[in-house]
Nanobody, 124 residues
Framework: QVQLVESGGGLVQAGGSLRLSCAAS????????MGWFRRAPGTEREFVAAIDRSGSTKYNTDSVKGRFTISRGKFKNTVYLQMNSLEVEDTAIYYC?????????????????WGRGTQVTVSS
């Protein structure tokens, strides 16, 4: 059974940093794209970043503006999201997802598996 478990969320002041982790199991994730999405209250789920099997990355440039960095762990079944210079607008539930096709896509409809999310709250 495929499982994605996010961790690392919490409460942080504006300007601070957090590192989110997503541990995946149940598939050979080395061939897949892994992504991060987020959903703020009253909004739709929004693409944040993705990384494919070769290490190529894609970001939602408008929202993260070079503040966030996605990376994969040594054994490829873990993905991280380093978030720096956090803003109140970054407050959301952050979700990890897997795209089995391996494409570097920002479309949430193309991701096959999802974690339950981890809450990130940025205070002013």
């Amino acid at each position: 059974q495929v499982q994605l478990v996010e961790s690392g969320g919490g409460l942080v002041q504006a300007g601070g940093s957090l590192r989110l982790s997503c541990a995946a199991s149940g598939l050979t994730f080395t061939s897949y794209t892994m992504g991060w999405f987020r959903r703020a209250p009253g909004t739709e789920r929004e693409f944040v970043a993705a990384i494919d099997r070769s290490g190529s990355t894609k970001y939602n440039t408008d929202s993260v503006k070079g503040r966030f960095t996605i990376s994969r762990g040594k054994f490829k079944n873990t993905v991280y999201l380093q978030m720096n210079s956090l803003e109140v607008e970054d407050t959301a539930i952050y979700y990890c997802a897997v795209d089995r096709s391996g494409s570097l896509t920002s479309s949430n409809s193309l991701y096959d598996y999802w974690g339950r999310g981890t809450q990130v709250t940025v205070s002013s």
